[in-house]
């Protein structure tokens, strides 16, 4: 019985041995590099699409390797889009790596390299192809020095595996760019704001009420300016500076541009200045309760863009109900004062 005992252990570690030896030395013969190559044709204009790609700090909103809601630490530097741009991350059991742009092609290429302490390196190409109002869009996964002997057998189910990773990327990618393409009628801009001497009142009320109040306080203001002869520059604007949702009520400042700053002798009037800095633009034609959809666009936009907005939006009244009758030609300037995102 025991020699029975033996040479069952004898014969299972040939067997271990020679699965081990069968191992490697299929690794070794296994190519050290794979491509993935994936296409999907994009309800969107080619140019949304390829902005949404060149722009590297996108990319956690579309790309399921470093996705925003991932345990994964992001960081950036270089050049915020196009060639020059780089995303770092750095995953919770300490792998770590990077996205290069190293070639962009305005609406047909783009070149990304890939950089990881498991992937020793890697390409991604994006092709863009016009299709009227859609956009084929090719994503290939170039990986290449895999290593010995795992990486081998890695490169070897990738295809499969991976395929439909790059595929869900494409579908995020076309659902982003669906949002977008919704408030691209507003033509929402990113611009430097700046700042002019004004005339403002402050005052607070229920929502139901700020148009009264508003038409009281321009009235106030632009009776002073008459009086004093006061030259403006600009348009009348206001700011809203608290919006409580749950109550119903705005706490709010009207103002006038000024060319000049000058001595307030009324001690309700404020000598104050417009508001100013990096600021996203949009423009709404019509009347001001229809506003609304213009500022869930400019909220996506800021997703889109990994923008965050810095303290109250404020409203620039182009063409107002004094200036002309017809409320289909008012038009509104909204602007949202934002940072990036860290």
């Known amino acids: 019985m025991k020699l029975s005992f033996n040479k069952i252990i004898f014969y299972t570690t040939v067997a271990i041995l020679v699965l081990v030896i069968l191992f490697f030395t299929v690794a070794f013969f296994l190519p050290s590099s794979t491509k993935i190559t994936v296409r999907y044709k994009v309800k969107v204009p080619v140019d949304l699409v390829f902005a949404q790609v060149n722009t590297i700090q996108n990319w956690p909103n579309w790309n399921p390797f470093v996705l925003v809601d991932s345990p994964i630490e992001m960081s950036y530097k270089g050049e915020e889009s196009g060639a020059g741009s780089v995303l770092n991350w750095l995953t919770p059991n300490g792998a770590k790596g990077f996205f290069t742009i190293t070639e962009s092609l305005k609406n047909e290429k783009i070149i990304a390299d890939v950089k990881s302490t498991r992937i020793a390196r890697g390409y991604n190409t994006f092709e863009f192809l016009a299709l009227d109002t859609l956009t084929e869009l090719t994503w290939t996964m170039e990986i290449n ?57 402050k005052d607070s009320c229920a929502w139901s009420d700020i148009s009264l109040h508003m038409s009281q306080m321009y009235g106030k203001i632009y009776s002073y300016i008459q009086a004093n002869q006061i030259e403006t520059t600009y348009h009348s604007y206001s700011s809203y500076l608290v919006w409580n949702e749950a109550q119903q009520y705005a706490v709010f400042e009207v103002g006038v541009p000024i060319k000049l700053a000058t001595q307030v002798t009324d001690s309700t009037i404020l000598l104050s200045r417009t508001p100013s800095g990096q600021c996203i633009k949009a423009t709404h034609f019509g009347a001001y309760e229809n506003t609304f959809s213009l500022y869930v666009a400019m909220d996506k936009y800021m997703q889109a863009n990994r923008l965050e907005q810095i303290g109250g939006p404020w409203e620039v009244y182009v063409i107002n109900p004094v200036m002309e009758k017809d409320t289909t030609k008012w038009q509104t300037d909204v602007f949202f004062k934002v940072r990036k995102k860290e």
């Not at 494409?170 to 990113?190: A, F, H, V």
């Open 145 to 201: 020095e895999l290593s010995y002997p795992l990486g081998r057998y890695f490169g070897l189910i990738a295809k499969s595996t991976l395929g439909a990773v790059l595929e869900k990327g494409l579908e995020n990618i076309e659902q982003i760019t669906i949002e977008q393409k919704s408030y691209y009628s507003y033509n929402i801009q990113l611009s430097e704001v700046e700042s002019y001497p004004s005339l403002t009142l």
